[in-house]
């Protein structure tokens, strides 16, 4: 035990004499801080954090707390790994994803997501850590964004008394795939090739299975610029047209609003019959007094879509508090859903592979319910 000590006093009086490496130590210990200080958590395109958020699962952390708070437990599957000192300690003085800083930092810093999400039904490798993250275009992208040329702006068709409609709240919200080679997590933002073509692919399928739908593609990210409005009014000007929409028809049924998570691949994508399928996840707005009804819709395809095609849902969160919308227009219907398909590393095959699937359980659901009103 001597030696022992006598070894690690040596090492650090060689290690203090050494100012070259102490100047290493130091100027790393400030490069990690300087993200938290500089500007907001949602808003640093360059933030090692951000990086390391989209990339870890929470395992060690929610072990961690499961010790002092005996309500954590259960928050990990049975195959995760405890707390250990290369999960934690060597991510966090290298370039290696974090376990979840998350848990770390999310009471004390109000900009960090996940934090007011709650699991209501815990789908395929969900827990707290994995829940949807709704991402906003950092500030710069916003207002540089410029307004998309009338050859290029989709044709906008007119309801016509269709059961079904599908809409997206976040219309510009795209895939990296699709996007230009060094584009970030939090710029996957586009006028093309975005969550729009999901609708329309929903639509197509749901009216292979007789289900008559209307597509809304109110690009909502332009009128936001055009009326100088922050991206949080999103879901507002999408109300906007809904509301219209509701006042004018009333044989609207149900309301989909598609999604593009920002969690990376490995969370949002399964495997199926042998092929890649991107994850699907419902997302119910608690702040609001009547959410249980949506939540009851969203719980059902859930069940649905688990019993058909185990892991491709993750299930339901409950979403409300400082940092999210929290109502989502879900106050508007009962039958109401915010659909996420992806996330930001998915493919189109990956996607409609899940739409396929979600076409073909919702097409079920609807038909049961025809079926009891009927009766």
């Known amino acids: 035990m001597k030696n022992r000590v ?7 009086n060689q290690l203090k004499r050494n100012p070259f490496v102490m100047f290493i130590i130091l100027f790393l210990c400030v490069l990690m801080l300087i993200p938290l200080f500089s500007k907001n958590f949602s808003e640093a395109s360059t933030n090692i954090l951000q990086g390391w958020v989209n990339e870890i699962d929470g395992a060690s952390f929610s072990y961690l707390m499961s010790i002092d708070q005996p309500i954590m437990t259960g928050v990990l599957d049975e195959q995760e790994e405890p707390l250990t000192f290369s999960s934690v300690i060597l991510p966090a003085i290298t370039d290696l994803p974090y376990q979840d800083l ?7 810093l109000p900009n960090f997501p996940g934090m007011d999400n709650t699991i209501v039904i815990a789908g395929s490798g969900t827990n707290y850590f994995t829940t949807s993250i709704e991402s906003a275009p950092p500030e710069e992208l916003f207002e540089i964004e410029k307004e998309v040329e009338e050859s290029e702006e989709r044709q906008q068709e007119d309801y016509e008394n269709q059961s079904v409609f599908i ?10 795939p699709y996007m230009e080679e060094g584009t970030s997590a939090n710029e996957a933002f586009n006028h093309k090739d975005n969550v729009v073509d999901l609708s329309l692919y929903l639509q197509d399928l749901l009216n292979e299975h007789s289900i008559e739908s209307h597509v809304d593609q109110t690009d909502h990210y332009q009128i936001l ?4 409005l922050p991206y949080a009014e999103s879901y507002n000007v999408a109300r906007n047209v809904l509301k219209e929409t509701m006042e004018e028809n009333d044989d609207i049924e149900y309301f989909i609003d598609i999604h593009r ?5 490995h969370i ?17 707005g608690g702040d609001q007094d009547d959410y249980e009804a949506n939540l009851e819709f969203a719980a ?14 993750r299930g339901v969160q409950v979403s409300q508090g400082s940092g999210t919308n929290g109502v ?35 097409a079920d659901y609807y038909r049961n319910e025809q079926s009891q009103e009927s009766e």
């Open 268 to 284: 949002t994508t399964t495997t199926i019959d042998g092929e890649s399928v991107a994850k699907l996840m419902f997302v119910v």
């Open 225 to 228: 610029q055009q009326e100088d």
């Open 300 to 313: 059902e395809l859930h069940q649905m879509l688990e019993e058909r095609y185990p892991t491709l849902s």
């Open 167 to 176: 809409y997206n709240a976040h219309n510009r919200e795209g895939y990296l």
């Open 6 to 12: 006598n070894f690690n006093r040596n090492s650090m």
């Open 102 to 108: 998350r848990m770390l930092f999310g009471h004390e």
């Open 328 to 362: 989502f227009n879900q106050d508007l219907s009962d039958n109401k859903i915010l659909l996420e398909a992806g996330g930001v590393d998915n493919n189109f095959d990956e996607l409609n592979r899940s739409l396929e699937m979600f076409a073909e359980v919702f």
């Open 261 to 265: 998570d920002a969690q990376p691949h």
